[in-house]
């Protein structure tokens, strides 16, 4: 069993705040990896334009996990965010 005799709400605020920027950080670092590893995805991407980039079925799979990977990271990075601005504001 814990007991908690007292609180300090300054540090409790401190130690989340800090866990929620060391989490942002992660979070932009991991979503900066996985950009630099899927660079071959978003050239391809880009030099199709409007036509289907993907031969194969296979690739067409592999190009939605990415982006759809990217997106979730993307909204992760969001979240934290707007969590990180609730924190400092109260």
């Not at 630099?36 to 592999?62: S, T, V």
């Amino acid at each position: 069993m814990i007991y908690l005799w007292s609180v300090v709400d300054a540090q409790i605020l401190r130690n989340v705040t800090n866990n929620v920027c060391t989490a942002l950080l992660n979070l932009r670092l991991r979503r900066q990896h996985e950009v630099d590893i899927g660079k071959n995805w978003i050239e391809r991407a880009q030099e199709a334009g409007d036509m289907d980039e993907n031969d194969h079925d296979a690739d067409k799979l592999n190009h939605r996990k990415f982006c759809l990977g990217l997106e979730r990271l993307y909204n992760s990075c969001l979240q934290l965010d707007e969590t990180l601005m609730v924190l400092e504001d109260f």
